[in-house]
């Protein structure tokens, strides 16, 4: 794992051509179907928050967000970053791909002034819960019964301030 981390590379989402590779990737890795809408939402309004994991010119794992100004409970408004999608090839678990585009997100978010970044995940999902925890989130809420299959979630944040 540690051989093929020091081959990745990490590429900005540029053009539509990436697109069937980042979805056929996600759509075997999360639980909930995304349409090619969903998608283009994200990379038209944020391309510079979408980034891919090449490996041989093969996408090997993708980090699509978002960030934008949202009302608060309280009535204030916070710029909030927000990771909508995070897939990583089976057989390239354990390398380090996850933590990094969860990384470069957050960062490029922080350039941007976000206040926080957010993010929901199944609680079944436990690697995906010690990764975002390791990086310094923490559990905001829980959600019943989240998604399509009935699974709960927990929001995630992290705090920049």
Not at 2 to 25: F, G, V
Not at 107 to 112: G, I, T, V
């Amino acid at each position: 794992a540690r051989q093929m981390a020091k081959d990745i590379t990490y590429i900005d989402y540029t053009s539509e051509t990436q697109l069937p590779a980042m979805m056929e990737m996600i759509d075997q890795m999360l639980s909930e179907p995304y349409s090619i809408f969903t998608y283009r939402y994200f990379l038209h309004a944020w391309p510079n928050l979408c980034i891919c994991a090449m490996l041989d010119g093969e996408t090997v794992g993708v980090i699509i967000c978002k960030a934008e100004k949202e009302a608060t409970m309280q009535g204030d408004d916070v710029y909030r970053g927000y990771i909508a999608m995070l897939a990583v090839n089976k057989k390239c678990r354990k390398a380090g791909i996850g933590s990094k585009l969860v990384e470069l997100a957050v960062e490029r978010m922080r350039e941007l002034d976000c206040d926080e970044v957010m993010l929901e995940t199944e609680v079944t999902n436990k690697s995906a819960l010690r990764l975002y925890e390791r990086l310094g989130f923490t559990r905001d809420e829980r959600l019943l019964k989240y998604y399509l299959n009935g699974v709960d979630a927990f929001r995630l944040k992290l705090w920049f301030n």
